[in-house]
């Protein structure tokens, strides 16, 4: 009986180190992810045809 609750605790804790670290992996990615997007957006605001909108008063977006 001993020996199935260390078996069951051992393997709990694989399954919980395992699950663990492809939490951590996905996360890195999706920082990742980010700052490239985050890199190419700026990269492409940067250009001179891009034209900047605001919203104006009567909820439309217009050019400065």
């Given amino acids: 009986m001993l020996l199935k609750i260390v078996l069951f605790l051992v393997l709990a804790g ?22 490239a997007d985050r890199k190419r957006d700026l990269r492409e605001r940067a250009r001179p045809d891009v034209v900047t909108l605001k919203r104006d008063k009567d909820g439309k977006f217009r050019p400065d």
Wanted: no cysteine.
């Fill in 14 to 35: 694989i399954v919980f180190l395992g699950a663990r670290r492809i939490w951590r992996d996905w996360r890195g990615e999706a920082k990742r992810l980010d700052a």
